[in-house]
């Protein structure tokens, strides 16, 4: 397993223990005392357990000691976790005084024998831990370990941007010389840089990719990564998929080949084919004949760890890659090792470091994770001692013995983080979002203080496994929200050898599988003919259940109910199951039993119709996924039982009406995507941070008034209509005191909302303005009193802190912290109400039918991004949007009345950034000489630019006279980054690429 997991599991152990000495039940269940003595056992082992770890690879003792004390510790995590569960489900059963099952549950006969029954099992576990300790016949000593704490200001950069790839300049020359050649003849020829895992193919391939010559060179440009699966019908899907920049599911072959060669057809264009392992000619033949079609001089660049790889691909020539030299190799170093990059002044450390850097014979994968680690050793001393000792055994002949080097160095949350990642595959494209819920699933996440909130606290494992070169940042499609992260090769393989039997992926080694192994995943995708592998029955005690390659199909069934069934029945221990696209109709009754649970994803899976009430009995579970079960007609009605819930996720399911009563109890809920219609007389929400709410279009308020209430003016009954969401007691507002984003779409009756004081983030589409302009008039108040109930219970609820009436009025002005804002605009709406939003950083402006767009800019001082997007009659930019003086970027998308922009924009001074799509009727632009970015996109009657003389970043796509007119410009040769293709259809659907998210801070 993976070293320092076993030390988390006794420290979760002691943890654990802990807490339940606390609890009242304990005494009644007289198990107290056997609590009590298990936690001194487990805590005198986990003493030794960190020297033990680290001298089980040379003492075949101890390391068969570890074993069977990793057994041990396993059981007894899982039988206090079981123990928690049931103390857990008495206090959510006890909410309910008059319910029968209670009054059976917790009679005196069934208290004693369950307490009877757990003391047994728990006096076993310590008796085999105390046989264990008692046969230690070797020394190992007590430690105590030191805390590692990331600098959390130190600048990180995920994106690779030449500036930061230090000695590939002439690597770089050469290949983009070669590509460029025009001497060869061939249609389509391939190029291969060869080189050892970690020298920075990828990087190089990147570097090339981006360069301004290649850029005017290729019409288009496409980028693959294949890794170990060389299949032909992939490989034409993903290249479409670039070509297209969105996501393609359930292509035929040949409609996939034909759309391909449509995109490709008389063009010139890069294709990037990384991380190839196929020398099979046959197969690349096959691609190549597909590829054809493109233009003469297009180009196939290929990366590649073996020569007869490129051989079998017929690469007209080979690079071959070599290491970094001792001057690139020392800054590379410089730059993980030392805060800043600076070098100490104690000359010593560069003395020490510059013989530790040429053990790593230029491999910058090496240099990198060596200079992570020693980042920590401040001291002389600690230099020095890493280098006479653990790194004077590594083998200069191989890397991997110096990434397990950083491995061993890592403090023991990262290293089982880091280890459960060997489940993915190679190559695979993991999103931090999702990865930090899987570790919370395990329980491998632990904040330092009560108010750290676990995925924060996860998000920073992430970072510094990102930092230390753990994970690095796969390649970015047009398709992705955000940046995805993916494990390189030789740490992938790292992760294998460190989980050991620990952790077993079907399809690469699965023949190690044993009741051992608690972390299963299957890296192919299970079709409707697959069985349970009977293997799969040995891991008895497995903890998790996962199909990160599973595929959709529209009509795939994998598993059948009784086939479900028997799956789930036979792992009670699951923490994670992940059973999405599997095609399930019915989830089985038997999910309740898995009492440990954390994670369940049914997502995709479209045939479900209603979720079985017995999976109100997982109350330990976090993460609820049912994205796209788009037949789901309703939740469990005691969905308030599940009271650990975090994420509940119903996106897509369009067939659900309602959500449940006592949805409101869900008080830990941080994320809820996706929110349909409330029908509860008694609703209450959770303290949410993110709300989203889509599609009502009957909703008119989110409280109804009590039925002894005055009677309202007509407006006022439109706030309080027939579709009743929340009622709400002596005509008080909800408390949202937590809430910082939401999302309000296909509202156009809603016409008041609650006034949100600490709201960040706040996006309305196809709803009506009204709302936001009374919210502001409900809330104009100087003082906090009964007239304004909202910010009187967010008074209550912080009232711990230091407050007076003016600061509390203050605080809780409607919005007032609002930082980013999207509207749907509609026509004819106040346009006044700008000037309150003094904060706002970001605005967004879209679907607005009138000629003029005269807002209340003057408040906007802070403004420092502006969208203007689907505007047809807008024919120039709002005057008063001079006022915006700390404006920063400017997107204007799809404006087709707009013919230029005004020459006052010039004194926009902090204007950076200017992003113009889809105005045809564009003609001209200003001498906007503070510009440093420009992209434009689809403007076919903008034939020229003026001399932008401070611009770095110059992009434009679908514009082929303007693009013929800069190639003669002598200024925008000089330009750093520089992209003109004459057509690109991928930049067609922008807004799918871009979205209208306001809060987004991309660009």
């Given at each position: 397993m993976a070293e320092g997991a076993l030390i988390k599991i006794a420290e979760g152990i002691i943890g654990q223990l802990g807490k339940l000495a606390l609890q009242e039940i304990v005494l009644l269940w007289g198990v107290k005392d056997e609590l009590e003595k298990l936690k001194n056992t487990v805590s005198i082992i986990n003493a030794v357990l960190l020297d033990a770890e680290e001298q089980q690879a040379q003492s075949h003792a101890i390391k068969e000691w570890v074993a069977k004390l990793k057994d041990v510790l396993f059981e007894a995590d899982d039988l206090l976790d079981d123990f928690s569960t049931e103390v857990l489900r008495r206090e959510v059963m006890t909410k309910n005084k008059k319910a029968k099952e209670v009054r059976i549950f917790f009679s005196k006969s069934n208290q004693l024998a369950y307490g009877l029954k757990m003391g047994h099992k728990i006096k076993a576990i310590r008796e085999?831990?105390?046989?264990?300790?008692?046969?230690?016949?070797?020394?190992?000593?007590?430690?105590?370990?030191?805390?590692?704490?990331?600098?959390?200001?130190?600048?990180?950069?995920?994106?690779?941007?030449?500036?930061?790839?230090?000695?590939?300049?002439?690597?770089?020359?050469k290949i983009t010389e070669r590509l460029l050649d025009s001497n060869i003849e061939e249609n389509v020829s391939v190029y291969s840089i060869v080189g050892l895992g970690g020298l920075g193919k990828t990087t190089l391939a990147q570097l090339v990719f981006n360069d301004e010559e290649i850029q005017k060179e290729f019409e288009r440009k496409l980028w693959v990564c294949i890794s170990d699966d060389f299949d032909v019908k992939i490989i034409v899907k993903k290249i479409l998929e670039y070509a297209k920049g969105e996501k393609l599911e359930n292509l035929e072959r040949n409609a996939s080949i034909n759309d391909l060669q449509k995109e490709i057809d008389g063009k010139r264009f890069l294709l990037v084919l990384d991380d190839v392992w196929n020398d099979d000619s046959e197969k690349w033949d096959k691609l190549k004949e597909i590829l054809l079609v493109g233009a003469r001089g297009s180009r196939i660049l290929v990366t590649t760890r073996e020569e007869k790889v490129a051989e079998s691909s017929k690469t007209i020539e080979t690079y071959r890659l070599t290491g970094?030299?001792?001057?690139?190799?020392?800054?590379?170093?410089k730059q993980k090792a030392f805060k800043k990059g600076q070098e100490p002044e104690n000359s010593k450390f560069k003395e020490i470091g510059m013989e530790i850097v040429s053990k790593c014979k230029g491999v910058p994968l090496a240099i990198k994770t060596i200079g992570s680690l020693l980042y920590f050793k401040k001291s002389e001393e600690e230099w020095l001692s890493f280098k006479n000792n653990e790194f004077s055994k590594v083998n200069e002949t191989n890397i991997q013995p110096i990434l397990r080097l950083s491995y061993d160095h890592l403090p023991p949350h990262l290293k089982q983080c880091f280890?459960?990642?060997?489940?993915?595959?190679?190559?695979?494209?993991?999103?931090?979002?999702?990865?930090?819920?899987?570790?919370?699933?395990?329980?491998?996440?632990?904040?330092?203080?009560?108010?750290?909130?676990?995925?924060?606290?996860?998000?920073?494992?992430?970072?510094?496994?990102?930092?230390?070169s753990f994970f690095q940042v796969a390649k970015k499609y047009f398709w992705s929200i955000g940046p995805t992260f993916n494990i390189h090769d030789l740490m992938h393989d790292l992760a294998i050898l460190v989980v050991g039997q620990e952790s077993i992926t079907f399809g690469i080694n699965e023949k190690k599988m044993d009741e051992k192994t608690h972390h299963v995943s299957f890296g192919f995708n299970l079709g409707s003919s697959t069985q349970i592998p009977t293997l799969l029955f040995k891991a008895n005690r497995m903890r998790t259940f996962l199909l990160p390659c599973q595929k959709w199909y529209s009509n795939q069934m994998v598993w059948n109910e009784l086939t479900c069934d028997a799956f789930v029945s036979s792992f009670k221990f699951l923490r994670l199951l992940d059973l999405h696209r599997t095609g399930i109709r019915n989830v089985p009754h038997s999910i309740g039993k898995l009492k440990h649970l954390r994670y369940l994803d049914l997502s995709d899976n479209r045939h479900i119709k209603i979720l079985p009430n017995s999976v109100t009995r997982l109350q330990n579970l976090e993460t609820l996924d049912l994205f796209n079960c788009q037949e789901l007609i309703e939740l469990p009605k005691n969905i308030s039982k599940l009271v650990n819930l975090r994420?509940?996720?119903?996106?897509?399911?369009?067939?659900?009406?309602?959500?449940?009563?006592?949805?409101?109890?869900?008080?830990?809920?941080?994320?809820?995507?996706?929110?349909?219609?409330?029908?509860s007389e008694s609703f209450k929400l959770p303290p949410l941070e993110s709300l989203y709410i889509w599609n009502c279009p009957n909703l008119k308020g989110w409280w109804k008034r009590s039925s002894n209430s005055i009677e309202e003016d007509e407006d006022d009954a439109d706030n309080y209509g027939e579709i009743s969401m929340i009622t709400a007691k002596n005509n008080s507002l909800p408390s949202f005191s937590r809430l910082s984003i939401l999302g309000i779409s296909g509202c156009p009756k809603l016409s008041s909302m609650p006034l949100f004081p600490y709201l960040e983030m706040l996006d309305l589409d196809k709803s009506n303005l009204r709302l936001l302009e009374r919210t502001i008039s409900m809330g104009m108040i100087s003082t906090?009193?009964?007239?304004?109930?909202?910010?009187?219970?967010?008074?209550?609820?912080?009232?711990?802190?230091?407050?007076?009436?003016?600061?509390?009025?203050?605080?809780?002005?409607?919005?007032?912290?609002?930082?980013?804002?999207?509207?749907?605009?509609?026509?004819?709406?106040?346009?006044?109400?700008?000037?309150?939003?003094?904060?706002?950083?970001?605005?967004?402006l879209y679907n607005y039918n009138?000629?003029?767009m005269e807002l209340e800019w003057q408040g906007l001082r802070k403004l420092q991004r502006l969208r203007l997007y689907d505007h047809p009659k807008l024919a120039s930019l709002p005057v008063g949007l001079q006022q915006a003086t700390s404006l920063r970027n400017l997107h204007i998308w799809n404006c087709p009345s707009l013919t230029t922009l005004p020459e006052w924009i010039c004194e926009i001074i902090s204007l950076q950034s200017l992003y113009i799509f889809d105005c045809p009727n564009l003609t001209s632009l200003p001498a906007l000489t503070s510009l440093k970015t420009l992209e434009i996109r689809h403007c076919p009657n903008l034939t020229s630019l003026p001399a932008l003389t401070s611009l770095k970043t110059l992009e434009i796509r679908r514009c082929p006279i303007l693009v013929e007119s800069c190639k003669s410009q002598d200024w925008i040769a000089r330009i750093e980054n520089l992209n003109l293709e004459e057509d690109s259809e991928q930049t067609s659907s922008f807004t799918k690429i871009f979205g209208r998210c306001s809060g987004s801070t991309s660009q």
């Open positions: 085999r831990l105390d046989a264990i300790a008692a046969d230690k016949k070797f020394h190992i000593e007590v430690r105590h370990r030191g805390t590692q704490v990331m600098d959390l200001m130190r600048e990180t950069d995920y994106f690779v941007r030449a500036e930061n790839v230090i000695g590939r300049e002439h690597d770089k020359k970094l030299n001792d001057e690139d190799s020392w800054s590379l170093f280890a459960y990642c060997s489940l993915f595959s190679k190559d695979y494209e993991i999103e931090e979002e999702i990865l930090v819920k899987l570790w919370m699933a395990q329980g491998f996440i632990e904040p330092l203080g009560q108010n750290q909130c676990l995925e924060d606290v996860g998000n920073e494992y992430f970072r510094e496994l990102l930092w230390r994420h509940l996720n119903i996106d897509g399911c369009s067939s659900l009406t309602h959500m449940p009563r006592g949805f409101g109890q869900l008080t830990n809920l941080h994320s809820l995507a996706q929110y349909v219609s409330l029908v906090v009193s009964q007239e304004n109930p909202t910010a009187a219970a967010v008074a209550e609820s912080t009232s711990s802190a230091p407050s007076s009436s003016s600061i509390l009025a203050a605080s809780f002005t409607p919005l007032s912290k609002l930082k980013s804002l999207g509207i749907g605009m509609i026509e004819g709406s106040n346009d006044h109400f700008l000037q309150h939003f003094t904060a706002l950083e970001v605005l967004s009138g000629d003029e």
